[in-house]
């Protein structure tokens, strides 16, 4: 319950300014067009144009199932909110570095919202043929990369949160 209290303080305080909403927006529409740039890079390197863009992340949206739409629009709002956070700190204490959300982002890039999809990526690691003996036939990444997201929202909400006080010499 203390965590639920953290992270809402936390919210109230990131969101208050309007910039904080851009920066979590056009970071979650990063994070989500992502998917397709990456997936079809070859293509975009030898043909790219602004329309071929747009149609490879409209090809995304329409080709996955409604659940792993909303798995990845989760991800990605999630993954903007670890950088509207890590932002606002690194705002707030310039000497503090907010790389706790790269971990989380970065598995959440690698386990995108479609099993089919993560196919690509995740043969490079030699790990696609995994995916056919897991239950839940590889949403079980997208599974995990929600609770690291969610982890590291807690553990920058409690940054934010927290006060310290200068120290006098």
Same mark, same amino acid.
Do not use: D
């Given at each position: ?23 979590t ?15 079809n ?7 790219? %144009?602004?329309? !071929?863009?747009? #149609?490879?992340?409209? =090809?995304?949206?329409? *080709?996955?199932?409604?659940?792993? &739409?909303? +798995? ?10 670890v ?14 570095q ?5 971990p989380?982002?970065l ?20 790990? %696609?043929?995994? !995916?056919?003996? #897991?239950?839940l036939? =590889?949403?079980?990444? *997208?599974?995990?990369?929600?609770? &690291?997201? +969610? ?5 920058l ?13």
């Amino acid at each position: 319950m203390r965590y639920i209290q953290t992270m809402r303080q936390a919210l109230k305080e990131v969101y208050s300014q309007k910039s904080y909403y851009i920066i979590t927006i056009l970071s979650a529409i990063f994070l989500m067009s992502f998917n397709a740039i990456f997936r079809n890079y070859e293509l975009l390197w030898a043909n790219f %144009s602004a329309k !071929l863009l747009g #149609l490879l992340v409209y =090809g995304l949206i329409a *080709s996955f199932t409604h659940e792993a &739409l909303i +798995l990845l629009i989760l991800i990605s709002l999630l993954g903007g909110m670890v950088i509207s956070f890590s932002v606002f700190l690194l705002r707030r204490q310039l000497a503090m570095q907010a790389s706790v959300g790269a971990p989380s982002i970065l598995i959440a890039i690698l386990a995108p919202a479609c099993p089919s999809c993560a196919l690509g990526l995740l043969g490079l690691l030699g790990i %696609s043929g995994v !995916l056919a003996f #897991l239950p839940l036939k =590889g949403f079980e990444l *997208s599974i995990l990369g929600i609770i &690291l997201l +969610l982890i590291s929202i807690s553990y920058l909400s409690v940054k934010i949160v927290s006060t310290t006080c200068e120290v006098q010499s």
